[in-house]
């Protein structure tokens, strides 16, 4: 699985959600600028990828915003609320789909945001979701144009070749 894989799952998600949400690939600043944002808007930043010998685990912070009102701004925790069910709805849509090929950290925190970008008070949640692939470590896969003259075992020990 790659990058681009989790961007078409997530992205199937949202497009196939009941309750449209404009959906933006990137860190929620590039917000500034936007213009006609239809909320709720959700916003998905890929933060990196952390790698070791059995697994590599994809990050991806989630930011799920709608409008509040600019005035008495009292609909604040029911904006939050509704986007905190957006979140939930996104997990339930995923963990079903864990398996073979991925897995997600479902123990994540979700923290209501509040901000103003472009002139709209907006206002919602963040959380974060890993995506965890086992690495199917192949030497054979490896795209190189000789052998390497060290191999690794299973248990990562090396083994020496002659060339």
Do not use: W
Not at 41 to 65: K, L, Q, R
Not at 130 to 140: E, G, L, M, S, V
Request: glycine letters at 4%.
């Amino acid at each position: 699985m790659t990058i681009i894989d989790f961007k078409n799952i997530i992205g199937n998600f949202f497009e196939n959600y009941l309750l449209k949400c404009q959906l933006f690939f990137g860190d929620i600043s590039d917000i500034v600028g936007l213009k006609d944002i239809a909320y709720p808007a959700v916003f998905v930043d890929y933060t990196g990828t952390e790698i070791n010998f059995n697994a590599s685990n994809y990050s991806f912070d989630f930011y799920i915003t709608d409008l509040i009102d600019k005035h008495s701004k009292e609909n604040y925790l029911d904006v939050v609320s509704q986007c905190e069910k957006i979140a939930s709805d996104l997990i339930s849509y995923l963990y079903p789909l864990t398996g073979s090929t991925f897995n997600i950290s479902v123990n994540t925190t979700i923290q209501p945001i509040r901000d103003t970008y472009n002139d709209d008070e907006i206002s919602g949640v963040k959380l974060t979701i890993i995506f965890t692939t086992i690495n199917q470590i192949d030497k054979c896969a490896i795209p190189l144009s000789s052998a390497p003259s060290v191999l690794l075992q299973e248990s990562g020990a090396p083994i020496l070749l002659e060339n």
